[in-house]
Each structure stands twice: as C-alpha cells, then as structure tokens.
C-alpha cells in the first residue's frame, strides 16, 4: 500500500541486516585477510600553519603515512577530516580483499586533506589527494579523492490504469548548473550504514508518501557477490557508494494527479523539489540520471531473469 503524505515529515529510522558498512575508529583494529594487525597514528605540528598526522597501516608495517593539511585548513577541520567516517572508510577500502594495497603491489605514502564541508555538526564532504604508488615503477597513480560516502536512490513504479508510471524529482544541482529530472535519492546519515531505511526517509521527504520497509526490493543485492553489491557511480573521482532500491504498487489516478508538479522537499538542508511522473516506459530516454538509468537496467535484467519477488 501507498500512503500519500499532505506534507513530508521526519521518520524514525531502520536497521536492515542485509546492508551494513562497517567503520572502524582510528584506535581500533584494521583486518586483512585473516592477519590482524593494529593502526597507528599520531598527530603533530611542525607550525602554526603546517599540521601533519602520521600513521600506520596493517598492510604497510615500518611505512608510516603522513597525512597533511593545506594550507588555509584549520587545526579543528584537520582532526574532523581523519577522525571522520569518511576517511576511515577509505582506508579500510585500501585494505580490504579487493582493495589497491591488498597485494601489495602498491603503497600509501602521503594524503594532503585538501578541504572539508560541514553539514550542521557532522562532516559531509571530504576533498583530499592521495599519493599511491607503484612499487615497481615509482610512479603514481590518479589520486584526487571526492569523498562523501554511501547514498540512496529509490525506483518508484507506480500502476494506474494499465500504464506504469515512474515518481521523478526535479530539482536545482548546483555543480552541473542545471535542473535535472532525477530519482528520489539522499546520503546516509553518518556511520549508521541503514540503507533501505535512508531511502524510506528520503522518498517521504522528497516525494512525500511513505513506503513499507517490507515492500522495497534492494536491487543492488542482485549484483553478482565479487561486486560486493557495490555500485560506485564515478569512481574515477568519488568514494560514493550507491544502494539502489525498487518500489511498486497499485494507485487509483487521483494519486498520480496529486504527485505531479507538487512541491516538497527539506527547507532546513536548502532542497527546493517538485515531483514528476513519468511514463516508465519514456523514462529512459527522459532523464540524464545516472541513478535512474543504472536502476532501469539492473529492474529489466532482474525481471528478466525472474529474480523480483512476485
């Protein structure tokens, strides 16, 4: 069932087993393979202007790594940076079994915290440059790391009268200078790793109806395992990890007609939305949304090889 909110309002959010990231604090333990070993770090100032943190990873035993501010960067911005989820994510993604230090063809030897963004009093985005090299060549590879951790986007399919329609937002995305027609969709909050109950909060919020945690469909689960049921939309620049979701339900036509060009969305984070509905069958060829286009293929794969619930 769908149940149409007159106004989008905060929900209490959700454990779903299925998906969790785990973080690990920087006086906790990092573990490679089936080895533990622990992580080290210490801070220091060489000046008034010059911070400098050095660490150490399990895989880079007598390899300290010397992360450093830019200049400009405050004291307190630098120890929110690397005592952020963010950061600590990335290393652990350094070290993981599919990681870029996991065969030790390549180290870490130096991390420049270029910039952070506050989102009230929690860290939202991370700006940061990493040197790794090859240990054959000395070489570096591309290193310049836009971090904002793991977000959700949710497919809406919506059946009315023989048609199927998508439930869209359009909304102002600053950094391509453009209004773009996309899926309801928003970052986790912090460490909690709630996937499913993210997207819940953000359809409410963004769309404004609410959506049983039992009726959404994790599309991402149908990724193959050696995925890790991943999706990193722009991994040449950005750590986000994207959850993709599938809802569908039956509505009458009024519930179509309210949804269309209403507005909604969070006035305290700044968001300005208005709902489309879109025919799902022109969806494709309609949005530029690299969230909805991902969900299209992964939903058609799927019910092609009936694996949607029935």
């Keep these: 069932m769908i149940r149409l909110l007159r106004s989008p309002m905060p929900i209490s959010a959700f454990v779903f087993p299925k998906r969790r990231v785990v973080l690990f604090s920087l006086a906790q333990l990092l573990h490679r393979r089936t080895t533990t070993r622990a992580f080290c770090s210490r801070m220091s100032s060489t000046s008034s202007t010059s911070l400098t943190h050095s660490i150490s990873l399990p895989s880079q035993q007598g390899q300290p790594v010397q992360i450093v501010a830019a200049p400009g960067l405050s004291g307190s911005e630098f120890r929110v940076a690397i005592e952020s989820s963010l950061f600590r994510q990335w290393l652990k993604n350094l070290e993981s079994e599919n990681g870029i230090l996991a065969n030790e063809d390549m180290a870490l030897t130096q991390v420049l915290i270029q910039g952070v963004d506050m989102f009230g009093k929690r860290i939202g985005f991370l700006k940061f440059k990493a040197d790794i090299i090859v240990k054959g060549t000395g070489k570096k590879v591309p290193g310049i790391v836009f ?35 996309e899926l309801p969709a928003g970052m986790l909050d912090g460490d909690k790793g709630d996937f499913v109950g993210t997207a819940v909060r953000e359809v409410e919020e963004e769309i404004g109806i609410h959506l049983k945690l039992e009726d959404m ?49 969070c006035s305290e984070h700044g968001e300005m939305i208005k709902v489309r509905v879109v025919l799902y069958e022109k969806l494709w060829r309609t949005t530029p949304d690299a969230k909805a286009l991902m969900a299209i293929a992964i939903y058609e794969m799927a019910k092609k090889e009936g694996l949607l619930p029935q």
């Design 217 to 265: 469909v994790d599309l991402t689960a149908f990724l193959d395992p050696s995925t890790e049921f991943k999706i990193f939309p722009s991994p040449g620049g950005c750590d986000e990890e994207l959850g993709l979701f599938l809802y569908k339900g039956h509505v009458d036509k009024n519930i179509i007609t309210q949804l269309e060009g209403k507005q909604t969305g």
């Design 147 to 181: 971090a904002r951790g793991p977000a959700v986007a949710v497919l809406i399919l919506l059946e009315s009268e023989g048609a199927t329609y998508a439930v869209l937002t359009e909304q102002a995305r600053v950094p391509t200078g453009r209004v773009v027609l």
